[in-house]
């Protein structure tokens, strides 16, 4: 049974199999030559392959050992041997789970140490964290499994796989934004200043931020004094806030740091920040690999018993 | 590779239980009902034909049988075992499905490592054999086979797994006639040998004439007969009569009225006497397979229950259950 799994999805892992040895090859290049400047656009694109290789390739295989033999009735022929459905998707899809989490696993090392070679901001930070350590291979799985249970639902492979791709980033989106921040406790820090907000606030400027700038903010602004968080039920208020509170300021061109810490200290607020400091790295992302490998394995329970009831 | 079941016990009388046995066998779908009420046994060890127009029910039933469909209600074994679809492991149940579907990409000989890889017994010898003999080439990708050939390729990965039960949906239909007779005569051979039962369903009764053994005829979701080759043969007569006269004795199936004549087909024990020398000249007539089949497909219904005054009930579906569907002594429209 092993052999024909593999028999079944050879060419996807082979084409997957390419994607990983093309993006290594670049991630080796531009890591090594230390002018990722000049390769602006080869980072973006070895940043984008990253996040989706995972994703695009658990969703195909998955579809493909579900959705493809519903659609193309060669289930009738598989569900007519000498073993049970449960067996047959068991044995259909292990020795792929096992293939794409050795190869994403593979990648996501060499990726773990690219990001800090590129200085992309350093592995806590969202886009570094997306891409390197262990979360890929959750992710893959994740992937992999939403696509059987939408096969296992949908008969067309193509419309299961649009399914899962949106459930896919839709359960991404939601753990990224609402839950890795809760993995471990966050930590505060009070600003003596506010950090000027050209583009977002600019640690670099403030002074005792080294710890921050390592961080991952996950949030930020005004709070009362005396507090590290907002009163609860209340919001983080944010630097517009104060253009409502002290009139003086008309125009957002008048905006000062000096202006900011005067209204602020009037309204007895001050600038705190919450983040997960890059020792947390680890937990966050074991935790948040826990969760989408605990999903895959639901997924695929509910596959299982969706596929036992489902009649041609 | 361990031996299959023991030979010897094709048409053993009086046997075990029936292979395929199902009483009041339902399948609705949302579009309109495939299987209502159908009842009927197949015996063991017989080469079964399962015959009706398109959307008798014919392929909704074998699919139950082989475990791929979950009927509505009712109730089906196979070799004396309830089918669950989906539950159970067909293992001694072999099944090709009407449209024969295989892994494209995959060649021949993959196919068959990978039904191999599937099964506890499977019998590699016969099916190289078997597939040498019938000019399928082992190498070739199944995308590129005819579709006569990819048919030889399903019946021989049924036939390799040693199924004790063989649900053929339509195996010899889009195959050309050299290909049908040479399919067909290596199932015969294989099977022979081994007692295995056939359950094959067709719409082309001439395929079937010289090899079943068993006749089952389903009409809109029921049984309309299902008995041995043998008794259809002897007990249907085709009675030629007069338009105006009286129906002849027996079970009429259907009646054709003509400009002078009516012709009636008749089922009983002793065929009617024929007096085609006298005044009022009935003749009687030995129907062919196809005109009994055709008789039992455009006869009128009765529904469930609507026996005839004798109570002899036409063609014995599932041994004693009332719920028989017969055609009665009306005309046709």
Known sequence: MTWVSWRLHRTQLLIAGAFAVAVVGTMSATGTSGAWVQEDGLRAQVIVTLYALPVVAGIIMGTTVTARERERLTNRLAWTQGISRTRWLVSSLWPVALAGAVGVGAVSAVATWWVDAVHLGTRIQPTSFDISGVVPVAYFLGALALGVLAGSVLRNEGLAGAVAVVATVASRVVVGSDVRAHLAPVRHQALATAPPFDLGPIWSAVPGTATLQDSWVVAQGFVPVGRTSPVPGHPWLQVNVLYDRCPSVTQAAQVSRDWVRECAGSLHLHYVAAYQPLGHYWVLQLGEAGIFVAGAALAVGLAVLLLRRSSE | ?333
């Not at chain 2, 003749?283 to 497909?297: D, Q």
Request: hydrophobic share 40%; proline share 7%; aromatic share 2%.
């Open chain 2, 1 to 333: 590779m361990t031996a299959g079941p023991l030979p010897g016990t094709r048409g053993a009388p009086g046997s075990d239980a029936p292979a395929v046995k199902c009483r009041a066998l339902a399948k609705h779908y949302l579009r309109g009902d495939a299987l209502v009420d159908c009842s009927f046994d197949v015996p063991a060890g017989c080469l079964a034909a399962l015959v009706g127009p398109n959307g008798a029910g014919k392929s909704t039933f074998l699919r139950i049988a082989a475990g791929l469909t979950r009927p509505t209600s009712g109730y089906i074994e196979a070799l004396g075992e309830p089918v669950l679809s989906g539950r159970t492991v067909p293992v001694r149940v072999g099944y090709v499905d009407q449209l024969r579907p295989l892994y494209r990409r995959l060649r021949v000989d993959e196919h068959l490592r990978m039904v191999a890889a599937m099964n506890q017994q499977w019998d590699q010898a016969m099916a190289v054999r078997l597939l040498r003999q019938l000019e399928v080439p082992l190498r070739a990708r199944v995308g590129r086979l005819s579709v006569g050939q990819q048919a030889k390729v399903a019946v021989t990965l049924c036939l390799a797994t040693r199924p004790e039960l063989m649900l053929l949906d339509e195996p010899l239909a889009s195959l050309d006639p050299v290909s049908r007779s040479m399919l067909m005569r290596a199932l015969l051979a294989e099977v022979a040998e081994t007692g295995t039962t056939v359950v094959l369903s067709s719409h082309i009764v001439s395929d079937l004439d010289p090899v079943c053994d068993h006749l089952v005829i389903l009409r809109d979701g029921r049984a309309a007969l299902s008995e041995p080759m043998d008794d259809v043969r002897s007990r249907h007569h085709l009675v030629v009569t007069d338009r105006g006269s009286e129906p002849p004795p027996g079970d009429v199936v259907a009646v054709e009225r003509g400009a002078r004549q009516a012709r009636w087909m008749v089922r009983s024990d002793e065929p009617p006497a024929d007096t085609s020398g006298g005044a009022a000249g009935v003749e009687v007539l030995r129907p062919s397979l196809e005109e009994i089949v055709v008789a039992y497909l455009t006869g009128r219904h009765t529904g469930s229950g609507g026996t005839d005054g004798d109570g002899e009930g036409a063609g014995r579906a599932g041994a004693g259950d009332p719920d028989l569907v017969i055609a009665d002594k009306g005309e046709r429209a």
